[in-house]
């Protein structure tokens, strides 16, 4: 077969979903298959994602999440004479003239509008057009599988769950300085409390805040909360709570960092706090468990599914059981071990080779 994976989207971002695309291309490579893959990429990407001699990369000159892109998209997309294309983003909703795969990442556009740009929630608003001209649809959790079939009346055979895994760069470190290569490399002095994401509303950063605040007056924690990650839409509340906290002191936002150093940081950090609304994976707490570091997940959407009991599951709307559950952590020596062990087994439990042969097999059926 000829298999076209749209990855015009990490020319734009470099988390998330343009992680889950390189993962997944990566993987696909590794296999033994005599099929031929087509990379669909930005025409501004100065790389190729993968160079092999099956794996071909074509530049497009649409941008991704574009107004015209169902429109510019299609006809640029038939000249490359595809048996299947994946659309990983699951937009834009045109008919091809091919087979079609789509991955929906999770719902939340629809579970809280109110979290998107108004610019956003057009763009996602396509999903009802392309969930039915999808010939097939990959959901990266049993949740997010349940959210199609109940909000989008989507029958169950036309969906396959696969997870998603964490890269194998993230393991533990045999680094006994690690904590000080952190200190020199982002000014991090002793121990803190670790939030990897996009700083956007559905990832819940002002309950964090407050929890934060409440450990640093309750407990006299002498740690500091270390955020990495872009700056999303919407963020500008949570420097503005920051203030009004009094915590500008006491948190460190590091803005984008590379995977080598989310790698330090995870290995360095005491406990990782993912508190989202709602999450339709939760990649963030796989990637820390897999370094052997202590997870606090909301109890919501999918996380509880994928970090089950190899971490602490808090309301990701209450402060107080969020504060108590980081001092846990940071105050029982043998429940960090206890974490650590139980989340390195749960970590190894996700594959990307795995969700590679189950891509496979969602794309052969469609022959």
């Given at each position: 077969m000829r298999i076209g994976i749209d990855a015009r989207i990490t020319h734009y971002r470099h988390a998330g979903i343009s992680q889950y695309v390189i993962q997944l291309i990566e993987a696909l490579a590794r296999q033994d298959t005599d099929d031929e893959f087509v990379i669909l990429q930005h025409f501004r990407s100065r790389e190729p994602i993968l160079e092999r001699p099956n794996f071909v990369v074509r530049r497009l000159i649409t941008p991704s999440h574009h107004r015209l892109e169902q429109l510019t998209l299609p006809i640029?997309?038939?000249?490359?004479?595809?048996?299947?294309?994946?659309?990983?983003?699951?937009?834009?909703?045109?008919r091809a003239n091919c087979r079609?795969?789509?991955?929906?990442?999770?719902?939340?556009?629809?579970?809280?509008?109110?979290?998107?740009?108004?610019?956003?929630?057009?763009?996602?608003?396509?999903?009802?057009?392309?969930?039915?001209?999808a010939d097939a649809i990959i959901a990266v959790s049993q949740a997010t599988k349940t959210d199609v079939m109940r909000l989008l009346g989507v029958p169950e055979h036309k969906i396959t769950?696969?997870?998603?895994?964490?890269?194998?760069?993230?393991?533990?470190l045999d680094m006994p300085d690690i904590k000080d290569?952190?200190?020199?490399?982002?000014?991090?002095?002793?121990?803190?409390?670790?939030?990897?994401?996009?700083?956007?509303?559905?990832?819940?950063?002002p309950t964090l805040l407050r929890a934060f605040r409440q450990l640093l007056d309750s407990y006299r924690a002498p740690v500091k909360l270390v955020l990495?990650?872009?700056?999303?839409?919407?963020?500008?509340?949570?420097?503005?709570?920051?203030?009004?906290?009094?915590?500008?002191?006491?948190?460190?936002?590091?803005?984008?960092?590379?995977?080598?150093?989310?790698?330090?940081?995870y290995n360095a950090a005491q406990v990782l706090v993912a508190p989202s609304i709602y999450e339709g994976f939760g990649l963030t707490p796989l990637e820390a468990m897999a370094c052997g570091t202590p997870?606090?997940?909301?109890?919501?959407?999918?996380?509880?599914?994928?970090?089950?009991?190899?971490?602490?599951?808090?309301d990701p709307t209450d402060v107080e059981e969020l504060t108590v559950a980081i001092w846990r952590i940071l105050s029982d020596c043998e429940l960090r071990a206890s974490l650590r062990e139980k989340g390195l087994k749960r970590a190894a439990v996700f594959s990307w080779d795995k969700a590679?042969?189950?891509?496979?097999?969602?794309?052969?059926?469609l022959r």
């Open positions: 640029e997309v038939s000249a490359r004479g595809l048996d299947v294309l994946h659309s990983p983003d699951f937009i834009p909703p045109f079609s795969v789509i991955t929906i990442h999770d719902l939340v556009f629809m579970l809280y509008p109110h979290f998107l740009t108004k610019e956003s929630a057009r763009y996602y608003g396509q999903i009802d057009q392309a969930v039915r001209r769950v696969i997870y998603e895994a964490a890269s194998p760069i993230y393991r533990p290569r952190v200190r020199a490399r982002f000014g991090i002095p002793g121990d803190f409390i670790l939030f990897v994401s996009t700083i956007e509303p559905r990832k819940n950063v990495a990650g872009e700056r999303g839409w919407l963020f500008e509340d949570v420097f503005t709570l920051v203030r009004e906290l009094d915590l500008v002191n006491d948190c460190v936002f590091l803005g984008r960092v590379s995977s080598e150093e989310i790698l330090w940081l997870v606090i997940v909301s109890n919501v959407s999918s996380l509880p599914e994928v970090v089950a009991d190899a971490g602490l599951k808090v590679a042969r189950e891509t496979l097999a969602v794309y052969h059926s």
